[in-house]
C-alpha cells in the first residue's frame, strides 16, 4: 500500500515538471521569437507621387538618414550607429505609442489625446530657446524629454540614464531630419515631375545649417531678472490688459474667451493656456515664462513679442511677474470665478477631417 502511494506521489511530481517544462518552453520560444522590424511609413505626399518618385525619395532618404536598422545623423558623422540604435530602442520602448514609429506623431494612443503627440516631421518645436520660428536648440529637447509637458500626456522622463536621455533625443533628430529632408523632396517632385540632385544638395545643407545656427542662437534676457515685487505684478497685469495678451488668455488668464480657438501648424485644434491652472506648459520658472513671451511657442497663435517690446524691457519681467502671480493662484488657495468656456474641438474628428 505505502508503495502504491509512493509511485502515485512520483507520477504526481512527473506530471507537474512536465507542466512546468512545457510552460518554460513557451516562454523561451516567445522570448525568441523575432520581432516584428521597424518601417519607417511615408508620409501622405510622398505616396500620392508615382513609383519612380516614391523610389527616387526613398533613396536620398537612405542615404542620407539612413534605416531602421542603420540609422544615420544627418549632419553630424560623429554619431554612431550603435548610439543611435540605443536610442531607437529606447524610442520604441517609450515614446513610439504617441509619436509613433516614424515620428508621424500617429501612434496608437494619439487620437485620444489632446494636444496631439508631437509630429517630429515638420522639425517644428514648441517650447525652445531660440527665437520665434527657429530651430530649437538640442539642449530644449533635451529639456523638454527630461522635464515633461505639464498639462499635457508627455510625462517627465527623468529618471532615464543620462546615455538613454541623450540617445533617444539624437535619435528624435534622426526621425526629425529625415521628415524634413522627406517633405521638401516631395515638394519639389509634386512640382516639378522629377528631383535635380542639385537642388537636393540644397535642401540637405538648409536643414543642416538651420539646426546648425540654432546652436549659437539662444534668445538672452535684454536686462537681468529683477527681485520681483508687488509693483512689478501690478504693472505686469497693466501690460497683460493693454499688450495683446488677454485678448487669448482672457483679463484674468483664463483663456475662456469667446474666440480662443485656433488651428496650430500639423492642422488641430489649440486654444490659448489657462494661466491660472499652475501648469505652465514651457516650464515654471521665471526665465522659462521670459523664452515664451520673447520667442512666442512654435506651431500655435502665440507670437514672440520680441520686436513688440524690445524698446520697454522692463515690460517683459513686469509680464513675467503677473504670469506667474496668476499661475500660483490656486495654490494659494484664490480659485478664480468660472467663466465662459468653448469647449474643446473633439480630438478625434480633427484627426478624421485631416
Same mark, same amino acid.
Given at each position: ?46 505616396? @500620392? ?34 548610439? #543611435? ?79 538613454? #536621455? ?142 513688440? #517690446?524690445?524698446? @520697454? ?42
Amino acid at each position: 500500500m505505502q508503495n502504491r502511494m509512493s509511485i502515485r506521489k512520483l507520477c504526481d511530481l512527473c506530471k507537474v515538471q512536465s507542466a512546468l517544462v512545457g510552460v518554460v518552453a513557451c516562454v523561451v520560444a516567445a522570448g525568441c521569437e523575432r520581432a516584428e522590424p521597424i518601417r519607417f511609413t511615408p508620409s501622405e505626399s510622398v505616396t @500620392e507621387l508615382n513609383s519612380d518618385l516614391q523610389q527616387e525619395i526613398s533613396d536620398y532618404l537612405q542615404a542620407n538618414n539612413g534605416t531602421p536598422s542603420s540609422p544615420k545623423l544627418m549632419g553630424d558623422e560623429s554619431a554612431e550607429t550603435s548610439h #543611435l540604435l540605443h536610442g531607437q530602442a529606447v524610442y520604441m520602448k517609450r515614446c513610439q505609442q504617441c509619436h509613433g514609429v516614424s515620428g508621424d506623431g500617429k501612434g496608437p494612443m494619439a487620437d485620444s489625446m489632446y494636444p496631439r503627440p508631437r509630429d517630429y516631421r515638420r522639425g517644428i518645436y514648441k517650447f525652445t530657446t531660440t527665437p520665434y520660428g527657429s530651430k530649437p536648440r538640442r539642449e530644449d529637447l533635451v529639456r523638454t524629454v527630461y522635464r515633461g509637458v505639464p498639462g499635457t500626456s508627455m510625462p517627465s522622463f527623468d529618471r532615464l540614464t543620462k546615455r538613454d #536621455l541623450n540617445a533617444v533625443v539624437d535619435y528624435v533628430l534622426v526621425l526629425t531630419h529625415r521628415g524634413e529632408l522627406e517633405q521638401q523632396l516631395a515638394y519639389e517632385a509634386e512640382l516639378e515631375e522629377e528631383l535635380d540632385p542639385e537642388y537636393v544638395q540644397e535642401y540637405i545643407d538648409g536643414i543642416i545649417g538651420d539646426w546648425h545656427r540654432a546652436k549659437f542662437d539662444k534668445v538672452q534676457p535684454l536686462t537681468p531678472m529683477p527681485e520681483f515685487t508687488a509693483e512689478n505684478v501690478l504693472a505686469g497685469r497693466q501690460a497683460f490688459l493693454t499688450k495683446g495678451c488677454s485678448k487669448c488668455h482672457g483679463e484674468d488668464g483664463r483663456g475662456h474667451t469667446r474666440d480662443n480657438i485656433g488651428k496650430d501648424s500639423w492642422g488641430f485644434a489649440t486654444r490659448a493656456a489657462d494661466l491660472t491652472s499652475g501648469m505652465l506648459r514651457g516650464g515654471q520658472g521665471p526665465e522659462d515664462v521670459y523664452q515664451r513671451i520673447v520667442s512666442g511657442i512654435n506651431g500655435t497663435p502665440m507670437p514672440g513679442f520680441r520686436n513688440a #517690446l524690445s524698446e @520697454e524691457p522692463d515690460t517683459i519681467w513686469n509680464l513675467v511677474a503677473y504670469v506667474l502671480y496668476v499661475s500660483n493662484r490656486r495654490r494659494n488657495g484664490h480659485v478664480p470665478p468660472a467663466g465662459l468656456m468653448k469647449p474643446y474641438d473633439d480630438v478625434s474628428a480633427s484627426a478624421a477631417a485631416e
